[in-house]
């Protein structure tokens, strides 16, 4: 999955776009893994599993589960899938044509600063709602 949001990332997300990923793994374990890839995006380390209890993601095996969420202009989450099918086309089609939609959105001047930051790990989201105090 993350070689191909590598390989298709201008194609995906585009310049307006903040990709960013998310797992239990350490800090450490993804600078080596995002050197290795040559990924042109942040990969965040989320040990407690709190982000991903907050999405939907948390498996209780003890990692996340593959899930996708396309956060818009506003803070709002506009698209989710739950269960991203990282070796099929669908997935990604579906994917880009959220992120299409909400960059329309940005262009008519609904905008969101390009860094979010971790302000994701506190409060909880409200429903339909991403905390993040740069954009309230």
Same mark, same amino acid.
């Given at each position: 999955?993350?070689?191909?949001?590598?390989?298709?990332?201008?194609?995906?997300?585009?310049?307006?776009?903040?990709?960013?990923?998310?797992?239990?793994?350490?800090?450490?374990?993804?600078?080596?893994?995002?050197?290795?890839?040559?990924?042109?995006?942040?990969?965040?380390?989320?040990?407690?599993?709190?982000?991903?209890?907050?999405?939907?993601?948390?498996?209780? %095996? +003890?990692?996340? =589960?593959?899930?996708?969420?396309?956060? !818009?202009?506003?803070?709002? /989450?506009?698209?989710?899938? &739950?269960?991203?099918?990282?070796?099929?086309?669908?997935?990604?089609?579906?994917?880009?044509?959220?992120? %299409? +939609?909400?960059? =329309?959105?940005?262009?008519?001047?609904? !905008?969101?600063?390009?860094? /979010?930051?971790?302000?994701? &790990?506190?409060?909880?989201?409200?429903?339909?709602?991403?905390?993040?105090?740069?954009?309230?």
């Amino acid at each position: 999955e993350l070689s191909t949001f590598r390989d298709r990332y201008d194609d995906l997300f585009g310049p307006d776009v903040v990709l960013l990923g998310i797992s239990v793994d350490p800090v450490e374990t993804h600078r080596r893994f995002a050197a290795k890839l040559d990924l042109p995006f942040r990969l965040l380390s989320d040990p407690d599993q709190k982000v991903a209890a907050q999405y939907g993601s948390k498996d209780p %095996r +003890g990692f996340n =589960r593959r899930t996708v969420y396309v956060i !818009g202009p506003d803070g709002r /989450v506009v698209y989710r899938d &739950l269960a991203f099918e990282a070796t099929g086309t669908a997935s990604y089609e579906a994917l880009r044509r959220a992120i %299409r +939609g909400t960059s =329309r959105k940005r262009r008519a001047g609904l !905008g969101v600063p390009r860094e /979010v930051g971790l302000a994701l &790990l506190d409060p909880p989201p409200a429903p339909g709602k991403v905390p993040c105090r740069q954009c309230e």
